[in-house]
């Protein structure tokens, strides 16, 4: 067994696919070192992956969403098909810009400007390096947007999900944003909920997107000591 086939594929984990690689071994040992030396990489990529991730099971009788179960009712399942059925927007060429746009203002909890400045760059910069596309960072909402929302008072105060979806999408119809691919909604240490479906109220979300829309908002309430 050729030993480049062996370093590609790896030695444990080996599906149809990694067979037939290791039976073409005498091809790969033909093939320029660039192909091989990125065949390597690739092949370590998706070992870490394969480390990291454990397969997915069948519903257990005590899972959320079995029979029975309170997940039953409250989320309705939904097959692959349908999954990919689902209408989505890609980045294009020209439209491939994140918007950033922060819906705390004066008066809400965590309301410091240097600390939302600080918190909004931090974040332009990460999502920069996650999604390997530029962010900006858009105007906070404004008095006439934030009359538009929608709250209530629990533990904490909420926003509920729909009202801003509305805001941040029409935003991102507008004409100065022809190069947006979409549009966030953070940051917010206002706690989130979603909008009432058939009758089932949700306490909270951490975050809630519109993708055929290019809208989404998520909230830090829950992961600080505020």
């Known amino acids: 067994m050729n030993l480049v086939a062996n370093i590609v594929v790896g030695r444990h984990h080996r599906n149809p696919l990694d ?42 009788k005590n899972d959320w969403l079995a029979d029975a179960q309170p997940g039953e009712g409250e989320r309705s399942s939904q097959s692959f098909e349908q999954f990919s059925r689902l209408k989505r927007r890609f980045p294009k060429q020209k439209q491939r810009i994140i918007l950033l746009c922060n819906l705390d203002g004066k008066g809400d909890i965590g309301n410091d400007e240097t600390y939302q400045q600080e918190a909004m760059e931090m974040f332009r910069q990460f999502m920069e390096i996650y999604f390997s596309m530029p962010c900006d960072v858009t105007d906070p909402l404004s008095d006439t947007e934030r009359r538009k929302l929608k709250g209530r008072m629990d533990v904490l105060p909420q926003l509920q999900t729909d009202p801003i979806h509305k805001i941040l999408s029409k935003r991102l119809r507008s004409t100065k944003n022809k190069t947006a691919f979409c549009i966030v909604g953070g940051v917010t240490l206002a706690d989130l909920y979603p909008k009432s479906h058939s009758g089932i109220n949700w306490n909270f979300v951490f975050g809630e997107a519109v993708p055929h829309k290019g809208a989404g908002v998520f909230s830090f309430a829950r992961f600080t000591e505020v």
């Open 19 to 60: 067979e037939a690689l290791l039976e073409n071994s005498t091809i790969l040992s033909r093939q320029p070192w660039w192909l091989l030396q990125n065949l390597v990489v690739a092949a370590a990529i998706i070992a870490s992956i394969r480390a990291v991730f454990s397969p997915k099971f069948l519903l257990q």
